[in-house]
């Protein structure tokens, strides 16, 4: 759960929250494509 983790991270911010969040999908797109 990514509420889970955050809060264990210690990341209370949103602003935070969403650029990890949103940090992370970007890595697995960007997986995806690197062969």
């Known amino acids: 759960d990514p ?3 955050l809060d ?3 990341v ?3 602003c935070c929250r ?3 969040l949103s940090h992370v999908e970007l890595i697995d ?3 995806k494509y690197k062969v």
Do not use: A, N
Request: aromatic share 6%; no cysteine; net charge positive.
């Open 18 to 20: 969403r650029m990890l």
């Open 12 to 14: 209370k911010r949103y």
């Open 3 to 5: 509420k889970e983790v």
């Open 29 to 31: 797109e960007v997986i």
């Open 8 to 10: 264990e991270l210690g």
